[in-house]
């Protein structure tokens, strides 16, 4: 089977930046068209940056990596070094990025790659918030119907929010883009904390990072060592959840994953529940299904995966 195309959107982030580093050691099965760089974690000037920092981290200079929209569609920018330190990329010491940042703006790419390439072959992976995506339909709706699928990180529903108590970050801070791409048509499919609160870096599993003795192994251990005391002080997790790596691995195996095909609607009105996953488990409601919702990872394999590609860079 050949490779997937796919479009990386990102707001790196230490869990960014180890999906992105998983999604580079499987040519076999991932074809990473390029990078678009969205504000999230950080402000933009510093996620286009780290994104590039990851590429070299990986040997991948290569990789065409664009900047794209600065600030939420209708919202004043919500950033979270709380979590991920005053970088984005706290924790390991990394040199700056010496490959160039792309000309084009990161949603032109979105849109002239969907255009360039045949409906159904170009699959989107956004792993912050939507305002890439969501631009990029505004702007070109005819792109709309080319998108393969897009495989993302966002929302909750078990686990509800990780920044307000009803929502989770990459939702809240542009939930007028989230509602913009839950309501396109495109075959969505969404990890959700309910998955990704199951992905934990434990102590062992953070070890055979570091034992891997390589750059990047060693690299992601440091990633992780800083990122995750926010998850244990605020959850008494047992580690660092690894979000956005479950995006890269479901395209890898899908079968590490399960889930629900149900309605998923965002809260764009109240700010009480602003960006909260409207997600209905429960078959509740008579709204039509748009999501692949997942809910359950086999953990031992996706780390034995991670680890495994992790060792190739
Ligand atoms: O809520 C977790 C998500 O928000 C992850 O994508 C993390 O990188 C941040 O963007
Ligand atoms: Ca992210």
Redesign the pocket.
């Known amino acids: 089977m050949s490779a997937r195309k796919i479009i990386i959107d990102?707001?790196?982030?230490?869990?960014?930046a180890v999906a992105i580093l998983l999604a580079l050691a499987s040519p076999e099965e991932i074809d990473v068209l390029g990078i678009s760089a969205v504000a999230?974690?950080v402000p933009l000037s510093l996620t286009a940056k780290n994104a590039r920092i990851v590429c070299e981290l990986a040997g991948k200079s290569d990789v065409k990596v664009f900047a794209g929209c600065e600030r939420p569609m209708g919202r004043v920018l919500v950033t979270?070094e709380h979590?991920?330190g005053e970088t984005g990329l706290n924790g390991p010491v990394l040199p700056d990025p010496e490959m160039p940042l792309q000309d084009m703006h990161g949603v032109d790419f979105i849109i002239e790659t969907l255009r360039a390439h045949e409906a159904g072959t170009v699959t989107l992976c956004p792993?912050?918030?939507l305002t890439n995506i969501a631009t990029a339909f505004e702007k070109a709706p005819d792109i709309i119907e080319k998108v393969q699928e897009i495989v993302l990180?966002?929302g909750?529903y078990f686990e509800v929010g990780?920044?307000t108590p009803a929502a989770?970050?990459?939702i809240y801070?542009d939930p007028q883009a989230a509602d913009i791409v839950f309501k396109s048509g495109v075959p969505i499919v969404v990890m959700p904390?309910d998955v990704?609160h199951k992905a934990l870096v434990t102590k062992s599993r953070n070890d055979a990072f570091r034992a891997l003795g390589t750059k990047a192994g060693v690299a992601v251990a440091e990633m992780t060592d800083f990122f995750e005391r926010f998850d244990r002080e605020k959850y008494g997790s047992e580690g660092a959840?690894l979000?956005?790596p479950c995006v890269t691995a479901y395209l890898i195996n899908p079968d590490l994953f399960t889930g629900r095909h149900i309605n998923v609607e965002i809260e764009t009105q109240s700010e009480l529940t602003m960006g909260m996953t409207v997600a209905d488990w429960w078959g509740v409601t008579d709204r039509k299904p748009n999501a692949l919702f997942i809910g359950d990872v086999d953990a031992d394999g996706f780390f034995g995966l991670l680890t495994e590609r992790l060792a190739r860079l």
């Open positions: 990102t707001d790196p982030g230490q869990d960014d999230g974690n979270a979590v991920h792993l912050g918030p990180m966002g909750a990780n920044i989770e970050f990459n801070v904390l990704t959840p979000h956005d």
